[in-house]
Antibody, heavy 122, light 106 residues
Framework: QVQLVESGGGVVQPGRSLRLSCEAS????????MHWARQAPGKGLEWVAV????????EYADSVKGRFTISRDNSKNTVYLHMDSLRAEDAAVYYC???????????????WGQGTLVTVSS | AIQMTQSPFSLSASVGDTVTITCRAS??????LGWFQQKAGRAPKLLIF???TLQSGVPSRFSGSGSGTDFTLTISSLQPEDFATYYC?????????FGQGTKVEI
């Protein structure tokens, strides 16, 4: 069955960096675009970034553009989110999610991981 | 970015009721809309994609409709396990945008 397991969350000071990982299993990872989304405590969902199945295309939310970088290693079935210059407003549970269709990136998401919590505090 | 306006913010209902949640896009998004259910402390779950296509394994009491700018999620015969928060998500373009969420309470 499809599984997505995020890791790398924790407490980080404002202005510092953090890298999140999401390890996938149960499907052909190399053929699916992968997304990151986040949810601040008590708030709604916010889409963050996407990377195409082959890494050829990436898109970002305006709120993270220039600070966050999405990448993937298809040999490790893992997608990453590198977060620089973290701000208090970046504190959230970060989820990775799979695109619905293979060899796309133009669809909704279906499977989600359980999330990893990022706290930004001095 | 496309704005997704979801209403109501919350609603109270009883088991067996039919509830309707609406989502309005700030521009035409064809039928590029999904609906998600999220329970407290859990990851979201895809219910419907392409505005009206039921995701595999989702009960048929969930249905979606609409195209262009106005969309509806309907839950018929509400069950105890349906009390949750529901979100719409446009996948017409990037950046993807969610609605603000609708909490369905007892």
């Amino acid at each position: 069955q499809v599984q997505l397991v995020e890791s790398g969350g924790g407490v980080v000071q404002p202005g510092r960096s953090l890298r999140l990982s999401c390890e996938a299993s149960g499907f052909n990872f190399y053929s699916y675009a992968m997304h990151w989304a986040r949810q601040a405590p008590g708030k709604g969902l916010e889409w963050v970034a996407v990377i195409w199945y082959d890494g050829s295309k990436k898109e970002y939310a305006d709120s993270v553009k220039g600070r966050f970088t999405i990448s993937r290693d298809n040999s490790k079935n893992t997608v990453y989110l590198h977060m620089d210059s973290l701000r208090a407003e970046d504190a959230a549970v970060y989820y990775c999610a799979r695109d619905l269709l293979r060899y796309s990136g133009y669809d909704t998401v279906d499977y989600w991981g359980q999330g990893t919590l990022v706290t930004v505090s001095s | 970015a496309i704005q997704m306006t979801q209403s109501p913010f919350s609603l109270s209902a009883s088991v067996g009721d039919t509830v309707t949640i609406t989502c309005r896009a700030s521009q035409d998004i064809r039928n590029d809309l999904g609906w998600f259910q999220q329970k407290a402390g859990r990851a979201p779950k895809l219910l419907i994609f392409s505005a009206s296509t039921l995701q595999s394994g989702v009960p048929s009491r969930f249905s979606g409709s609409g195209s262009g700018t106005d969309f509806t999620l309907t839950i018929s015969s509400l069950q105890p396990e349906d009390f949750a928060t529901y979100y719409c998500l446009q996948d017409y373009n990037y950046p993807r945008t969610f609605g603000q969420g609708t909490k369905v309470e007892i």
